[in-house]
């Protein structure tokens, strides 16, 4: 699956069909009683941060979408159903918040977010056709203005789904298929859940067009997920384990977290994001490195965090490799279909020691990562909130802001569902862009190989750096897969 943002999607033009909620549903869920439950830690940050952002009349784009091909005419009836039926399932879709207080202080904790729950026999979809658009950036920039203004999880529903007919044009090379396009405020999601989405509503599609009942997996409950995070959040003390391993490493890196290594020329205030894609290696590659990294102690995610500290180590020198990884939360069986957001930062920082060869690093790299994972039930937020607490009163209002981190996620996409039909499929996950300062890290690996994408300001340094960086990066993989292993040439920092 292709990870693009928004301004480099490119549909295919065609009549857009959108879904939208009843105006049965719409009273209803403005009338949603307050649900006990409350917002997960990660879920309660995002909502702080966005009604923030709309107070200040800044941008943001803090939804998560897909889009992927059907072959066929769309058969609207059958679609109807379909969405219906994946949105009754997964209750977090019925959700939505709002502030005790609307008009105060949104960042202030004593003004708590509270959940409305939208009953199910209320919700209802109904298609409505919108204008035949004849080039792809007209489909784009429609998209886009849909899912900006209308996947906020301040109000409901904070999804959007629609449709393009490719041949719903003039064009003489109109085909015979249809574009499904989705998504939703990002407090409901993640790319994982995104990837399930594709595969259950192919699986839903296609059992209403056969006529016959779809066999689905149970798909759990984000509402249950998020009571029993807070109550393992509830339990922390500065004594936790967790509490101790994340305020170290904290320690150990001055209070935070080392930004991108180089220049992206945009020290003096955000600017416009931007994505850019690079290949790292071809399916042969993979492999190779893959048996490499066995042989030196690690798995797969290991041996890429080791290329990574060899790569910053050569471009800039630095001797400590630290970066917050995102990993699943979806610890219980039970929540493997659920959609949510089932992620978590941890930490994966260790020190060279003079060490820039593969072998050296790669089983380092290794249990870095495994230490790093014993922290994921728990996020720095959580830390912060327990070191706060535990400082006494007057100091949970106080805010402790992280130089913002370098994300780094590694995702293995041959395991995921139904992923030999990413390619087929055109499946392309969306994200939006907005301004930012910092370069976030996404690897991903598919059946045809390994690429990285990253999102970076729009500047021409940051463009070098990237380049840079990814080719390093894919030099130092390829070598290993090639050569078995990998040392920095003499006089490389």
């Given at each position: ?80 159903r379909t969405l219906e039926r994946y949105v009754l399932r997964h ?162 890196n001055g209070g935070s977290f080392p930004s991108f290594p180089l ?46 500290a060899i790569t910053e180590h050569e471009l800039v020198g630095r ?175």
């Amino acid at each position: 699956m292709d990870l693009n943002l928004i301004t480099h999607w490119r549909p295919q033009p065609g009549r857009v069909v959108e879904w939208k909620v009843t105006d049965m549903s719409a009273r209803a869920a403005a009338q949603a009683p307050v649900d006990p439950a409350l917002p997960t830690t990660m879920q309660e940050r995002h909502l702080r941060r966005a009604r923030l952002a709309a107070q200040n009349g800044e941008t943001q784009s803090p939804w998560i979408g897909i889009a992927f091909d059907f072959p066929g005419r769309l058969d609207r009836a059958a679609m109807t159903r379909t969405l219906e039926r994946y949105v009754l399932r997964h209750d977090t879709l019925h959700s939505w918040f709002s502030f005790a207080d609307p008009v105060a202080d949104p960042t202030d904790t004593t003004n708590p977010i509270r959940r409305h729950v939208v009953p199910t026999e209320s919700i209802n979809l109904a298609p409505a056709e919108s204008a035949v658009l004849d080039r792809p950036e007209q489909v784009r920039d429609h998209v886009a203005a849909r899912f900006a203004n209308d996947t906020s999880a301040l109000a409901w529903p904070a999804f959007v789904f629609g449709a393009v007919e490719h041949y719903a044009t003039d064009a003489p090379d109109a085909e015979e298929s249809f574009t499904l396009f989705h998504a939703i405020d990002h407090a409901h999601t993640d790319m994982q859940s995104m990837i399930l989405m594709f595969a259950e509503t192919r699986m839903i599609y296609q059992a209403e067009l056969d006529g016959v009942e779809p066999e689905l997996p149970d798909p759990g409950s984000y509402v249950d997920y998020s009571r029993r995070e807070r109550e393992k959040a509830a339990t922390l003390t500065m004594a936790s384990p967790e509490v101790h391993g994340w305020i170290g490493h904290l320690t150990r890196n001055g209070g935070s977290f080392p930004s991108f290594p180089l220049d992206l020329g945009a020290s003096d205030a955000p600017k416009p994001a931007i994505g850019s894609r690079f290949e790292l290696a071809d399916a042969r590659d993979c492999e190779l490195f893959g048996v490499a990294c066995k042989a030196n102690g690690a798995n797969f995610i290991g041996g890429v965090f080791a290329a990574l500290a060899i790569t910053e180590h050569e471009l800039v020198g630095r001797d400590r490799y630290m970066a917050l990884s995102p990993v699943t939360t979806r610890n219980d069986p039970q929540f493997y279909w659920s959609q949510g957001w089932f992620i978590n930062l941890v930490p994966v920082g260790f020190e060279l020691d003079g060490d820039t060869t593969f072998s050296g690093l790669a089983q380092r790299a290794q249990e870095a990562y495994r230490s790093g994972k014993t922290l994921g039930e728990v996020s720095v937020q959580q830390v912060i909130d327990t070191v706060l607490a535990a400082s006494g009163p007057g100091t949970l209002s106080q805010h402790t802001t992280l130089t913002p981190p370098p994300i780094v996620s590694y995702i293995d996409g041959r395991r995921l569902p139904d992923t030999e039909n990413f390619s087929s499929t055109r499946a392309t996950g969306i994200v939006g862009g907005k301004a930012t300062q910092i370069a976030s890290i996404w690897i991903n690996r598919v059946l045809e190989g390994t690429w990285m994408a990253i999102s970076h300001p729009d500047t021409p340094e940051a463009h070098r750096s990237v380049a840079a960086y990814a080719g390093r990066l894919s030099t130092i993989m390829k070598t290993v897969a090639r050569e078995g292993d990998y040392r920095s040439p003499e006089g490389v920092r």
